[in-house]
């Protein structure tokens, strides 16, 4: 039994070594400059092919937390490039500032596509969480002048997205309150008074401005929705509402219910649901 586990632990281990072997890192990449604060991006990059197309990740963490380090790469065997980028929290400046870096960093990783080496025609956003939300509200928020902002040295370069990836988003802030759970309403309205500036109750329009689902338009990209049918975090009325929105459009919409997951579960992780995503992605032009 011990030598068995000793041979499933190195065979563990070299498929780690591998996989990183496989992967190219490119860290703390400093794509642009907000409130003399240095906002950076890591890509994670497969060494084949060698034009992958990119995937833009935006971390989670109720828009006042998190990082862009340790980003799923679950996507990567099956070619694509991703890149890890770091906003403003919400503490520090509230919506729309974190849009605003984040189409700064898609930016900037167009502009710098040949540099790095992905593909620059079509780029993926994926998020999940407040991430999710915030991959939302930038996929359905292509061209709009008030969230694109200024930041960064590649302010006419486009920031448009051509698909989207949404893990479990918040996607409507004026129906959000109705639908949770007590545990959800304690999580949610510090968060998003701190997210919009002040108690949601006072900045209606703000916070319908700051849902995707009222952004939707017959132009925008490809969505695939994830939701967890136990996740008393985000309601899964949230990702029932927005995938409405699209279908409504007659846009490109699919949505995976996941049985038995939470707001955080190994499901969202495995290979069978990235073979989707890629199946999807495919059939959208990537």
Not at 69 to 75: D, F, I, K, S, T
Not at 109 to 130: F, Q
Request: with cysteine; glycine share 6%.
């Amino acid at each position: 039994m011990k030598t068995t586990l000793l041979l499933t632990l190195f065979i563990f281990c070299s498929l780690q070594i591998q996989a990183q072997n496989d992967i190219e890192i490119t860290k703390d990449i400093v794509f642009a400059e907000a409130d003399g604060k240095k906002l950076q991006l890591d890509i994670y990059k497969p060494k084949a092919p060698k034009e992958p197309y990119l995937i833009v990740w935006v971390h989670g963490g109720a828009w006042n937390t998190g990082s862009k380090e340790n980003p799923p790469l679950g996507l990567l065997p099956f070619g694509y490039a991703l890149a890890s980028v770091d906003f403003r929290a919400s503490t520090e400046k509230p919506f729309p500032a974190d849009v605003h870096d984040i189409k700064a960093a898609i930016r900037f990783l167009r502009a710098n596509a040949s540099k790095y080496g992905y593909k620059s025609d079509k780029i993926i956003i994926w998020g999940s969480s407040s991430g999710g939300h915030l991959a939302a509200l930038v996929a359905t928020t292509n061209n709009n002048t008030v969230l694109e902002g200024n930041l960064g040295n590649f302010t006419n370069t486009s920031s448009s997205v051509q698909a989207c990836i949404d893990f479990f988003g918040p996607t409507n802030f004026l129906t959000i309150l109705n639908q949770s759970t007590p545990h959800g309403l304690n999580v949610r309205l510090p968060a998003l008074a701190i997210l919009l500036g002040k108690p949601l109750d006072q900045v209606t329009e703000l916070a319908k401005s700051a849902s995707p689902v009222y952004q939707v338009d017959a132009n925008d990209p490809p969505l695939f929705i994830v939701h967890g049918e136990q996740d008393i975090q985000v309601p899964i009325n949230q990702s029932i509402e927005l995938m409405s929105a699209y279908k409504s459009k007659n846009l490109k919409v699919q949505i995976e219910f996941i049985p038995d997951a939470g707001h955080s579960s190994p499901a969202y992780a495995k290979k069978e649901l990235m073979e989707k995503i890629d199946i999807f992605l495919k059939g959208s032009g990537f």
